[in-house]
């Protein structure tokens, strides 16, 4: 639906056996204090090599020059956290490239979400997410986009409810993020997303199906966070579709009841 126009985990395994791990023949006590000499400087060399990668490597300031930068996992980056902002978005992100990082990522899920479809909730989303400036003419064009034609062709009443008995849903999830240009005054990001969307109901003629696309958007430093100046969607990438057997409408109404969805931050 538009509008138109790891943390990695690293598992090592020990050698298995009962002998002598590092091998060989048996040791006299000289030997084997030198051996523990040794292997006691291998572990504080692999501490300190640890301990310099948990703070993200330490190059990313070199890198952030670049528009187009290697991909890369999400990793600490000892910025606070962002903090609930209004309409459950999430707000306070970090001034820097990381930091229009997690809010495109945000807002794309805000963006593309059921609640953006209520008219109520619409007005507080694009309030919480865009710039001041255009948000007077964006609520102009939501509205027109999500008419109550449009609604009701997707089986949603004039305020944005699937019928009784019925869960409408829409939810999108980033699955990663790109840089293509930033300042300290604007950045643009693309976020790559997968999605759920359609209507949860034994009747429905809108099940709900998955899509992948990408969003591109314009973000602006304003009041003392980023700010969507401007968006646009295209779709995919998108996988090969796998063999997974389709749940029921019961099954996904439950899965939308029962689990959150996410603030994604670095």
């Known amino acids: 639906m538009s509008l138109g126009d790891d943390t990695g985990r690293t598992r090592t395994r020990l050698p298995e056996g009962s002998g002598d791990p590092y091998g060989g023949a048996r040791r006299n006590g000289r030997s084997s204090s030198r051996s523990l000499v040794t292997v ?6 692999l501490i300190a090599a ?34 609930a902002g209004a309409a459950g978005i999430p707000a306070g992100f970090a001034h820097d490239r990381q930091g229009a990082e997690s809010a495109a990522a945000n807002y794309a899920v805000a963006l593309v979400s059921a609640d953006i479809l209520k008219p109520a909730r619409r007005a507080e989303i694009v309030r919480q997410v865009f ?16 008419s109550k034609e449009f609604l009701s062709s997707i089986g949603l009443d004039e305020n944005g409810n699937a019928a009784p008995g019925d869960t409408y849903v829409s939810r999108t999830m980033p699955i990663g993020t790109k840089v293509t240009s930033y ?50 969607q295209k779709d995919g990438p998108a996988p090969v579709p796998g063999d997974d057997k389709a749940s029921t409408a019961e099954e996904m109404a439950k899965a939308v009841q029962e689990y959150g969805g996410f603030t994604y931050a670095r």
Not at 40 to 45: D, I, K, N, Q
Not at 51 to 63: C, I, K, P, V
Not at 75 to 82: C, M, N, Y
Not at 190 to 213: H, I, L, M, Q, R
């Open 131 to 146: 710039v001041a400036d255009k948000q007077a003419s964006l609520e102009v064009r939501f509205d027109t986009a999500y």
């Open 40 to 45: 006691v400087g291998v572990v504080v060399l």
């Open 183 to 232: 300042s300290d005054a604007d950045a643009t990001v693309d976020v790559w997303c997968s999605g759920v969307f359609g209507t949860a109901g034994e009747k429905t003629t809108n099940p709900v199906t998955s899509d992948w696309f990408t969003m591109t958007l314009q973000l602006r430093w304003a009041d003392g966070d980023w700010k969507v100046d401007s968006f646009a």
């Open 50 to 83: 640890i301990a310099f990668a948990n703070r993200g490597g330490g190059d990313s300031d070199g890198e952030e020059g670049a528009d187009s930068p290697k991909a890369a996992a999400t990793a600490p980056s000892g910025e606070k956290p962002v903090s």
